[in-house]
Structures are given as structure tokens and as C-alpha cells.
């Protein structure tokens, strides 16, 4: 099992940058995707973000794609999502979640990920 912790995240201004980070504990010796979703209130929860283990193979959401980053450092445990010219539609609760395996449907799906953190609040005043 995994288990995981979000931070990083805060209120900032339109245009500001947040980076939020994921540590990963527990069975970790195997190959695991970590994911970052979001959900504002009344929306559904939407992918913003994927990252595979092995090779690195990212996806993104074209809402946020061209500025918001993933990455992870393996030593660490550790997944990022650097978040560049937040706007206020960016504003929502954070989640990251994990699978085992390297893969993810198409798009990334929350039924598919098995283990999620408590979530971090990111707000985006305009």
C-alpha cells in the first residue's frame, strides 16, 4: 500500500506561482503513477497531471498544460507540480493519488488510482 501527503499549497495572486509536492511512503519498490487531480466546489474532479515511474511519461490536461509542471524524484519519493501564471479558475482543492503500474487511461481516470492524500487548498485571486 502507499501512502500519501500533499503540500505546498496556499492563496496566491492571478498570474502568481504555487508548487505543490506529493511524498510517497509505504511499499515503494514497485513501479507507481502518481497522479494530481483537483476539484472546485460544485465541479467534478478533473486530471490535471500524470507522471509514469519508469520512463517519466507525463500527462497533462489542456487546462493547465503549458503552465503547470510534473515531476518526481525517485530518491525521495517525491512528485511536484510546479504551477506558473495561476488564474482564478485554477482555484480548487489539490489531490495527488497513486497506482501501481506505468500507464493510465486515456484520460486519466480517479477510479483507476487506489490511494489518495488529505488534499491542499490552492486560491487564485483575481
Known amino acids: 500500500q502507499l501512502q500519501l501527503s500533499e503540500s505546498g499549497g496556499g492563496w496566491v495572486q492571478h498570474g502568481g506561482f504555487l508548487r505543490l509536492s506529493c511524498v510517497v511512503s509505504?511499499?515503494?519498490?514497485?513501479?507507481?503513477?502518481i497522479g494530481w487531480f483537483r476539484q472546485a466546489p460544485g465541479k467534478e474532479r478533473e486530471a490535471i497531471s500524470c507522471?509514469?515511474?519508469?520512463?517519466?511519461?507525463?500527462y497533462y490536461a489542456n487546462s493547465v498544460r503549458g503552465r503547470f509542471t510534473i515531476s518526481r524524484d525517485n530518491a525521495a519519493n517525491t512528485v511536484y507540480l510546479q504551477m506558473n501564471s495561476l488564474k482564478p479558475e485554477d482555484t480548487a482543492g489539490y489531490y495527488c493519488a497513486a497506482k501501481y503500474g506505468r500507464s493510465w487511461f486515456a484520460p486519466p481516470s480517479d477510479n483507476e488510482f487506489a490511494y489518495w492524500g488529505q488534499g491542499t487548498q490552492v486560491t487564485v485571486s483575481s
Open positions: 507522471i509514469s515511474d519508469s520512463d517519466g511519461t507525463r
Open positions: 509505504g511499499s515503494t519498490s514497485d513501479d507507481y503513477t
